[in-house]
């Protein structure tokens, strides 16, 4: 026996890809050729970055070194 007829190859399905309404997997997740920007959009929807202050709910804890 060779080698090359040996190693079948294991097909591996990601159970994360989307599927349309009647469950069948489709050839391509959405992309950006689908929306009205380019590149990769962003996790956070159309919040754009850096936030004002006043909008930052964020209190840094305060740290008392050797007390």
């Known amino acids: ?3 090359a007829e040996s190693n079948s190859k ?3 399905v990601d159970n994360g ?3 349309d309404g009647d469950g069948n ?7 950006e050729f689908a929306t009205h ?3 990769a959009l962003s ?4 919040v754009e ?6 909008k930052v709910h964020y209190i840094n804890p305060k740290t008392d070194i050797n007390s």
């Open 25 to 31: 997997v489709p050839d391509h997740a959405v992309s």
């Open 43 to 46: 996790p956070f929807g159309d």
């Open 1 to 3: 026996m060779r080698v």
């Open 37 to 39: 920007v380019a590149g």
């Open 17 to 19: 890809w989307p599927r």
């Open 10 to 12: 294991n097909h591996y």
């Open 49 to 54: 970055f850096p936030l004002p202050a006043d």
